[in-house]
């Protein structure tokens, strides 16, 4: 079945970096899109931006652009988003999740949690 | 940006009410707009895709319709499970945009 497994929970101080991997299955990974959502605790659903997994061109929302990047492994069939300079607002759960071309995002990761404490 | 006004913010009803949550576009969207459930530590689920299609597996209770900017998700029949929250996403143009979430609770 079509899955997206991400990576465990992250504990980082201030300052420093984290990548957390979105390992697909179940399908061909080059021929849809993946997307990064955050939640940060207690709150709603924030687009972060998606990136194209055929081309491997990112596109990032306002507001994440520069510490965030969006990356791919087509090798293995997963995804990458990495966090520079963490700070504490950073705090969130982050998502992926497969884009599906009419239909939004249909298949999500299980989120892994980022978080930053010195 | 699309900006998504979600309502109401919490709901409270009981098992076998009707169930309507509203969000309203800043503008047009057409109909690219996706309904998600969310239970507490969970990610979350998409039920409804193009305003008022249900997603495969997902119980008939659920609907969505449009008029104009502003949609609507109906549980005909609130069911023990479908205790969460709920948000809406439009995804006519980037950045595609969430709604606030509307959490609903047992009365």
């Known amino acids: 079945q079509v899955q997206l497994v991400q990576s465990g929970s992250e504990l980082k101080k201030p300052g420093a970096s984290v990548k957390v991997s979105c390992k697909a299955s179940?399908?061909?990974?080059?021929?849809?899109?993946m997307a990064w959502v955050r939640q940060a605790p207690g709150q709603g659903l924030e687009w972060m931006g998606w990136?194209?997994?055929?081309?491997?061109?990112?596109t990032y929302a306002q507001g994440f652009t520069g510490r965030f990047v969006f990356s791919l492994d087509t090798s293995v069939s997963t995804a990458h988003l990495q966090i520079s300079s963490l700070q504490a607002e950073d705090n969130a759960v982050y998502y992926c999740?497969?884009?599906?071309?009419?239909?939004?995002?249909?298949?999500w990761g299980q989120g892994t949690t980022v978080t930053v404490s010195s | 940006d699309t900006q998504m006004t979600q309502s109401p913010s919490t709901l409270s009803a009981s098992v076998g009410d009707r169930v309507t949550i509203t969000c309203r576009a800043s503008?047009?969207?057409?109909?690219?707009l996706a309904w998600y459930q969310q239970k507490p530590g969970k990610a979350p689920k998409l039920l409804i895709y193009k305003a008022s299609n249900l997603e495969s597996g997902v119980p008939s209770r659920f609907s969505g319709s449009e008029s104009g900017t502003e949609f609507t998700l109906t549980i005909s029949s609130l069911q023990p499970d479908d205790f969460a929250t709920y948000y809406c996403q439009q995804y006519n143009s980037y950045p595609w945009t969430f709604g606030q979430g509307t959490k609903v609770e047992i009365k």
């Open positions: 990136i194209n997994t055929n081309l491997g061109n990112p």
């Open positions: 179940g399908y061909t990974f080059t021929r849809y899109s």
């Open positions: 503008q047009s969207i057409s109909n690219w």
């Open positions: 999740a497969r884009v599906l071309p009419g239909y939004g995002l249909d298949v």
